[in-house]
């Protein structure tokens, strides 16, 4: 396996990526989001203006919470794009016979699978970040306010994003481009909701139902990820002025990720890889 198979393959996806129908989704999507939130954010930007209403302080401490409401979304429609383009790119082409006249050559099924891997991984990676940073322009021109570390959230979101379509290769060794995606966003929205339940666990002491969100979160590290996301975007006070009335909302983060979780992110995204290597290989196309 070489790195200029492996790059070619990646920009050859790279633009199959591009030119499907699923990016103009993603693009009507994400527009309608943002055009959403800028008209919220400037409502909320209105009430420091009225009397007795909210003080600019309050206004920051609010918008906080909502960026993170709508990072989540942003996330979401990632996870959908990404989760439906993982099925197509690698189960399509072997349902439709595409995959015989690249595998007819002398090129390696692993290079084909990083190559591929790594094309999706830098689509769902840009969309990210130009979403995420339209996002953070639009609450600065209403609300005045800017993450607080909004590289690390950014590259925490394409983590998440990069987990997700690790799975959904993975599932397309198996099984069909469309079971694929439903299968890695049913998993993805089961792991969000064992995180918040895992949250309200914490917030009663009760253990036994907090460890669902720390089993869900290193069996799938989306969750996870994107809780160390949402502790980079919100304002640092945010939960010492939430108090504990808001213990276990799942748009506040109290902590953000620890090097181990990240190490175990990453090796997680490589065991699966290297599984749907190993599937893939043995597979008949």
Known sequence: MTARTVLTLAGL??????????????????LALL????WGFAKLAGLE???GALTSGEVRLVASQLLNLVMFGL???AAL?????????????VESGQALVLLARPVRRSAVLVGKWLGLVAFGSGYVVLAGLAQFLVVRVTVDYWPPQPVTGLALLAAQTAVLLTLGLLLATAVSPMASGVVAVGLFGATWIAGVVGGVGEALGNEGVARVGTVSRMLLPTDGLWRGA???FQDPSAVL??????????????????PAYLAWSVLWVALVLGLAGTVFARRDV
């Open 13 to 30: 996806t790279l633009r199959e990526a591009a030119r499907r129908k699923v990016l103009r989704a993603l693009a009507v999507l994400t």
């Open 35 to 38: 055009g959403l939130s800028a």
């Open 49 to 51: 203006s009225q009397a």
């Open 75 to 77: 996330s979401l429609i």
């Open 81 to 93: 794009g990404t989760a439906f383009l993982a099925g197509p790119t690698l189960a399509g082409e």
């Open 230 to 232: 949402m502790h980079a």
């Open 241 to 258: 002025a939430a108090g504990a009335e808001f213990a276990g909302f799942p748009f506040l983060s109290e902590a953000g990720l620890t």
